[in-house]
């Protein structure tokens, strides 16, 4: 971890803490092209530069999400657009097991998005 991204993920408490350390392993286990960094003082992670999900907490529930930037593209029946036009989140319970497979679903779709020129990256 980068000195920026410690601060977000020690700054939590438990369980949150290690529900955001798990989310962000998942993530860049996903693909050797995804990449790590700070945006608006939260993680985000993008693709060949791309942005592709970032990790917050909900300000009013206070439950850890994974924000999907192209989540309109995204048909999940976790997913949840809210008021956001072209962004979904997926809320993600840090008192129980971390569904792994749901997210690694999720973000082999987004992913795909990206690998298939959808999504225009920077190479």
Do not use: W
């Amino acid at each position: 971890m980068s000195k920026e991204s410690d601060h977000f993920y020690l700054k939590k408490s438990e369980p949150d803490r290690s529900c955001f350390l798990a989310l962000r392993q998942i993530i860049l286990h996903e693909d050797n092209l995804i990449t790590e960094t700070i945006k608006y003082g939260i993680p985000c992670f993008c693709y060949k530069n791309k942005i592709v999900c970032y990790l917050n907490t909900d300000k009013k529930t206070k439950v850890p999400y994974l924000l999907m930037v192209e989540g309109k593209h995204l048909n999940h029946p976790k997913l949840e657009a809210g008021n956001r036009v072209k962004m979904k989140i997926f809320k993600v319970n840090p008192h129980i097991d971390i569904p792994i497979k749901e997210i690694q679903l999720l973000l082999n779709e987004a992913l795909d998005l990206y690998k298939n020129g959808i999504i225009k990256t920077k190479d």
